[in-house]
C-alpha cells in the first residue's frame, strides 16, 4: 500500500476476535491511504463474545451485553462496509464470491473464519433474537433437569461445567473428558489439577480417560431431555437430563475449494485448515496478499 491515493480495496471475510481487530485497525489507516476502502463481511447481523458464552448460558443479562450489532460497526459515514452474507466461494487471486451471488474484488483479503466446534459456544443463529433465543433455550433446560453432562474437558467445557454449578448447585453435573488430564495439553499440569479442584469444590463429577460415544442426533450440539450416553473407553453409561458437548473442533475451509481448482493445487491441510507461512499469509506464491488469522 506504497501510493496513499490509489484506490485499495481491502475484504475481511469474518467478525470474530481477528476479523473484527484486522478490520478496525485497517480502517484506521484511511487516513494515511485516501484510497482505502475496507468491506466487513460476516453471515450474521451481529458481532457475539464468544468467549463469554459460559456465563451467557447462566445470566441472561450477561447475555443480552454479548452481541454487539455490525451495523455500528464503522463509524458513519465512513466509505468503508459491512456485508450481511456468507462466503461461498475464493474464485481467484481477486474475487470472492458470497452466497447472494454478489462478487467482490479485492486487492488483500484477510480469511478470518477460523473454525467451528459442535458445541454451543458457536450460536448458530444469523441475528441477535435468534441468538439469544437459542441461548435461552439451552438455560431453561438447564434449569429445568436435575441432572447435566459436559461432554469434553478443554476451556469451553471447564468454564461451561464450572458456571453451572456455581449457578445451580442443586444439579448433578458431570463433565466427561478423554484424555488424561483437562485443558490443552501444553497448559503445565499445576494449572490442569487446578481446575479440577475447583471443579470439584463446586461438587462437578470430573471423569478422565474416557471418550463418550455422541449420537448423530444431538441438537444443536446440546441436548435437552434425558438421554444415556456411553463412555467408550470404560462402558459407563452416563444418564443426564442436558447434555452439551465441547469437542469435535473443525476448520471452515469449504470455501477454498475454487481457489484451489483455480491455482491447481491445494492450499489445506490434512485437517482441511488452511496452511499459512509464519506471516499469516496463505502459503501459496501466488498470494500473498491473502492473510488468514484465524477467528
Sequence with gaps: MADSKREISVVVVGGSYAGAAAAKRLAGLAKKYAGLRVTLVDQSTHYFHAIGFPKALVDADFAAKSFLPFADFFAAGSKHAFINQRLRHVVDEHHVELDDGQRLYFD?????????????????????????????????????????????????????????????????????????????????????????????????????????EVPADMDYAAGIGHRVLRGINSGTEYASDVQILAVGFRANSAYIDKLEQHLGQPVRNASNALRVLPTLQLDHARTPHIFVPGD
Excluded at 469434553?152 to 467445557?157: C, F, K, L, S, Y
Excluded at 462437578?204 to 474416557?210: A, C, E, H, P, S
Design 108 to 212: 488483500y483479503l484477510v480469511l478470518a473464519t477460523g473454525g467451528q466446534a459442535p458445541g454451543p459456544i458457536n450460536v448458530a443463529a444469523r441475528t441477535r433474537d435468534e441468538g439469544l433465543a437459542e441461548i435461552a433455550r439451552l438455560r431453561a433446560g438447564l434449569a429445568a433437569a436435575e441432572s447435566v453432562l459436559v461432554v469434553g474437558g478443554g476451556p469451553v467445557g471447564v468454564e461451561v461445567a464450572g458456571f453451572v454449578a456455581a449457578r445451580h448447585p442443586d444439579k448433578h453435573v458431570t463433565l466427561v473428558h478423554s484424555r488424561a488430564r483437562l485443558l490443552p495439553e501444553n497448559f503445565r499440569a499445576g494449572v490442569s489439577n487446578g481446575a479440577v479442584a475447583k471443579l470439584q469444590r463446586l461438587g462437578v463429577n470430573v471423569v478422565l480417560n474416557d471418550k463418550v
